[in-house]
């Protein structure tokens, strides 16, 4: 069974203070990694997607990297407007219907 | 470009009521999802809509039922409420079911049931 498992629940940080959000999966052949920031009341709104151990992207102070076990998603000189919850989801390589296993999120506060 | 709608965004039932959740994308895409969202639990996918004219269940499919009216539509019905069915509903298309394509999501259905 696949498995996500996202830390810190919740993470509050000052402005201008970089941090890391964690998230360790167990699948069986990864086929994508996903980043999704979902604001109060809100869909979820897609980061990024990592496809093999290695793999770098970003997108403006945010930056998610990619191992055999977990992901990280870096945020540098975070903002207040950075504050949402952030999910990880995987998609295994045998999935049928194009499944996503989804964390649970971490909780992202940033204060002025 | 609206990209995934949701109607209505509230819903109040009682036990037993029936309604159905309305889901349009205008993306071209071939694939659509229905999810639920309860705290603690994550997103955990009820049905999805691998192309036009075809569904199949998901993680948590007991009490719900779905229809692919169209390319671009994708309806969730609950025939017979229950309080288990509280939560909140997004739909989510991708451009087809194999990927890895990122998914899309709508802004959700607040749904209570008393």
């Known amino acids: 069974e696949d498995q996500v498992t996202q830390s810190p629940e919740a993470l509050r940080l000052q402005e201008g203070e970089s941090s890391s959000l964690n998230c360790s999966y167990t699948?069986?052949?990864?086929?994508?990694l996903f980043w999704y920031r979902q604001d109060p009341g809100k869909g979820p709104e897609f980061l990024f997607t990592?496809?093999?151990a290695g793999e770098e992207k970003e997108k403006e102070r945010l930056k998610a990297t990619l191992t055999k076990k977990e992901s990280f998603l870096h945020i540098t000189a975070p903002k207040p407007e950075d504050s949402a919850t952030y999910l990880c989801?995987?998609?295994?390589?045998?999935?049928?219907?194009?499944?996503?296993?989804f964390g649970e999120g971490t909780q992202l506060t940033v204060n002025p | 470009n609206a990209g995934v709608t949701q109607t209505p965004k509230f819903q109040v039932l009682k036990t037993g009521q029936s309604m159905t959740l309305q889901c349009a994308q205008d993306?071209?895409?071939?694939?659509m999802y229905w999810y639920r969202q309860d705290p603690g639990m994550g997103l955990r996918l009820i049905y999805y809509?691998?192309?036009?004219?075809?569904?199949d269940k998901g993680e948590v499919p007991n009490g719900y039922n779905v229809s692919r009216l169209n390319k671009r539509e994708f309806s969730l019905r609950l025939e017979s409420a229950a309080p288990s069915q509280t939560s909140v509903y997004f739909c989510?298309?991708?451009?087809?079911?194999?990927?890895?394509?990122?998914?899309?999501f709508g802004p959700g259905t607040r749904l209570t049931v008393t």
């Open positions: 989801a995987v998609q295994a390589r045998e999935t049928s219907g194009s499944r996503l296993t």
């Open positions: 989510a298309s991708s451009e087809v079911l194999a990927g890895p394509y990122e998914q899309y």
């Open positions: 699948v069986s052949g990864l086929r994508g």
């Open positions: 993306m071209n895409h071939n694939s």
């Open positions: 990592l496809y093999s």
């Open positions: 809509s691998a192309s036009e004219g075809t569904t």
